[in-house]
T-cell receptor, first 115, second 113 residues
């Protein structure tokens, strides 16, 4: 069975500093990988996804992620965070099924941004 | 309306009440999902529907009863809930293939007294 681990429950970063969120997955086949962001009281919004091709993926809001098969990782990065990036971030792996599309989510990383 | 909508946004109910959560997607997707998001727990998939057929029930207690009358609408019927069922219930939809992302609604914040 697939699983996703986000080792950091909380991260505090200063505004303007760089951010990296870690994600490790366990999956027996080629993974489909996603990063979502959730602002307080809201649903999840897709930041970016990887399913093939270039292992460095660009997303919305200035985020990027790099797929490293050898490390089973899909870490999310942003060079310079803004106060509006304070939110919870979820990594997910997608599994091919005969019907539907099953995502397994990590536990999330809450990002706090200091002025 | 665009995207995925959920009503109500907030719901308070007693353990003996019966209520329903509604989800509607305006994206032309064929798959819909219910998730439960509790504090300090990972997002839990509850049910998956594909072309109105239930394809996944993730060992959800029978006090939660889903209904999918068509590919655009999804309901979650609630009865005799427990306080530990208090959570944010999220609905999502997708085109079904694993590489297509799921689009989420804003959720219903449920409190069971």
């Amino acid at each position: 069975a697939q699983s996703v681990t986000q080792p950091d429950i909380h991260i505090t970063v200063s505004e303007g500093a760089s951010l990296e969120l870690r994600c490790n997955y366990s999956y027996g086949a080629t993974p489909y990988l996603f990063w979502y962001v959730q602002s307080p009281g809201q649903g999840l919004q897709l930041l970016l996804k990887y399913f093939s091709g270039d292992t460095l993926v660009q997303g919305i809001k200035g985020f990027e992620a790099e797929f490293k098969r050898s490390q089973s990782s899909f870490n999310l990065r942003k060079p310079s965070v803004h106060w509006s990036d304070a939110a919870e971030y979820f990594c997910a792996v997608g599994m091919i099924k005969a019907a539907g599309n099953k995502l397994t989510f990590g536990g999330g990383t809450r990002v706090l941004v200091k002025p | 309306e665009t995207g995925v909508t959920q009503t109500p946004r907030h719901l308070v109910m007693g353990m003996t009440n019966k209520k329903s959560l509604k989800c509607e997607q305006h994206l032309g997707h064929n798959a819909m999902y219910w998730y439960k998001q509790s504090a300090k727990k990972p997002l839990e998939l509850m049910f998956v529907y594909n072309f109105k057929e239930q394809t996944e029930n993730n060992s959800v207690p029978s006090r939660f009863s889903p209904e999918c009358p068509n590919s655009s609408h999804l309901f979650l019927h609630l009865h005799t809930l427990q306080p530990e069922d208090s959570a944010l219930y999220l609905c999502a939809s997708s085109q079904g293939q694993a590489y297509n992302e799921q689009f989420f609604g804003p959720g219903t914040r449920l409190t069971v007294l």
